[in-house]
Structure formats: C-alpha cells, structure tokens
C-alpha cells in the first residue's frame, strides 16, 4: 500500500513562487511515477508533470518553464516536489499528486492525496 500527502500550499502574490511537496509512504519502491495534478475552481483536473523512478519528467506544453519536478533523491520517489515560479492568478487551484504503481493495470492511476491549495491573490 501507497500514501501520498501533499503540503505546501497557501496564500501567495502574484509574481511570487511556491513548492509543493508530495511525500509517500508504505511501499515506495512499488511506485513508478508521481504526477502533479491541479483543479481550478469549476474546471477539470489537469497534469501538470511528473517524474518517474528512473528520473525522466514530462511536462504539460502549457506549463514548461514555470513548474518544475524535481524528488529529493535518486533512489525513490518518497519525496517530489513541484516549484512554480511567476505565479499569476490563473494557477489558483487545488494541487494534488498521485503515485503511478509499477504493474497497475491500464486506467489504474493510483492513490491519490487530498491536495494542497494554493491561492494566488494581492
């Protein structure tokens, strides 16, 4: 079994910069990707990127530049963090991250977390 919880978020000005942090628990070495995710307030979730355990990211086109992936170390995705930079008010949404297991069969996504919010607001 996977967790993942997301911290991170709040209130910032626009301009400003925020990281957000996904950190797993339970059988870490079973997860494949961790992908950040975003909802705006009566829009659809949307990927943002994510970042797999050998280290290869993929970004949504929209989003390359401003977001970035990154984990906390080679060996495992226990900790991927999501730093967006430039933020404008148009990122206001809840940010969630998900664990992609090895071997999940198609349409399986696996856990999620409850997200995190982050409110871009002078």
């Known amino acids: 079994q996977v967790q993942v919880v997301e911290s991170g978020g709040g209130l910032v000005q626009p301009g400003g910069s925020l990281r957000l942090s996904c950190a797993a628990s339970?059988?870490?070495?079973?997860?494949?990707?961790v992908g950040w995710y975003r909802q705006a307030p009566g829009k659809e979730r949307e990927f943002i990127a994510s970042i797999t355990s050998g280290g290869s990211t993929k970004y949504r086109d929209s989003m390359k530049g401003r977001f970035t992936i990154s984990r906390d170390n080679d060996e495992n995705l226990a900790l991927v963090n999501l730093t967006i930079n430039s933020l404008n008010i148009e990122d206001t949404a809840v940010y969630y991250c998900?664990?992609?297991?090895?071997?999940?069969?198609?349409?399986?996504?696996?856990?999620w977390g409850q997200g995190t919010q982050v409110t871009v607001s002078s």
């Open positions: 998900n664990a992609l297991l090895w071997g999940a069969p198609p349409g399986d996504f696996g856990p």
């Open positions: 339970g059988s870490i070495f079973s997860i494949y990707r």
